[in-house]
């Protein structure tokens, strides 16, 4: 079956702190995963992806196929980073949809 | 360009009735998809729309229902509402040849049932 897995609901940190969000998935064959951010009143939007390889915001994120995660990592995170983020996989088909975990909301305290 | 937008914002209904909401795609997009997030969960797949048929479907009754229109805007039919059919419906769209399949959400349509 085909599933995103974020073990955390809530993760509270201190500004300037590393942080790293996790992200676990189940999927058979190549997966494709995406980091969505909705910030407070603000819309669901793309972070990054995987395929991409990029750094958004000072955001990274590794697929590794062997332990089958894609964890969001920062090392040193600011107040405006405060938000819900949602991993998520794409599934089948050309387009395929996309199937989210449950998100983590993150806390940056100053 | 006011990105995805969807209608209405809230919506009230009683169970047993029916709803139609409403998604106008980011302009030059083509690929409408309809999500529902219930309270505390993350988006869950409803199905997608292109070129004004359903492409795929996720795991939900037939009472969810949509159709695609040829402006590509799009609407969400919910018949026989049920009390767990309060939720979040969020619309995302995007461009059927983009091999990023970049998705862009809309605000979201917030349905409570009672």
């Known amino acids: 079956a085909q599933r995103v897995t974020q073990p955390e609901k809530l993760l509270s940190v201190f500004k300037g702190a590393p942080v790293e969000l996790k992200c676990n998935y189940s999927?058979?064959?190549?997966?494709?995963l995406f980091w969505y951010v909705q910030y407070s009143r603000q819309r669901l939007q793309l972070l990054l992806r995987?395929?991409s390889r990029e750094s958004i915001k000072g955001f990274t994120a590794d697929l590794n196929k062997g332990e089958t995660s894609f964890h969001l990592k920062k090392p040193f995170a600011q107040e405006e980073d405060s938000a819900m983020y949602y991993c998520?996989?794409?599934?089948?088909?050309?387009?395929?949809?996309?199937?989210f975990g449950k998100g983590t909301k993150l806390s940056v305290k100053p | 360009d006011a990105g995805v937008t969807q209608s209405p914002t809230h919506l009230i209904k009683t169970r047993g009735q029916q709803v139609t909401l409403r998604c106008s795609p980011k302009?030059?997009?083509?690929?409408v998809s309809w999500y529902q997030q219930a309270l505390g969960q993350g988006p869950q797949f409803i199905f997608q729309y292109y070129e004004e048929e359903e492409r795929q479907r996720g795991n939900f009754p037939d009472r969810f229902s949509g159709h695609q229109f040829p402006n590509y805007s799009s609407e969400l039919n919910v018949n026989a509402l049920l009390l767990g059919d309060s939720a979040l419906y969020l619309c995302?769209?995007?461009?059927?040849?983009?091999?990023?399949?970049?998705?862009?959400f809309g605000p979201g349509t917030r349905l409570t049932v009672t």
């Open positions: 995302a769209s995007s461009l059927w040849q983009d091999r990023f399949y970049e998705q862009y």
């Open positions: 999927y058979s064959g190549s997966p494709e």
């Open positions: 995987h395929i």
């Open positions: 302009s030059g997009h083509d690929t």
């Open positions: 998520a996989l794409r599934g089948g088909g050309s387009q395929g949809n996309l199937i």
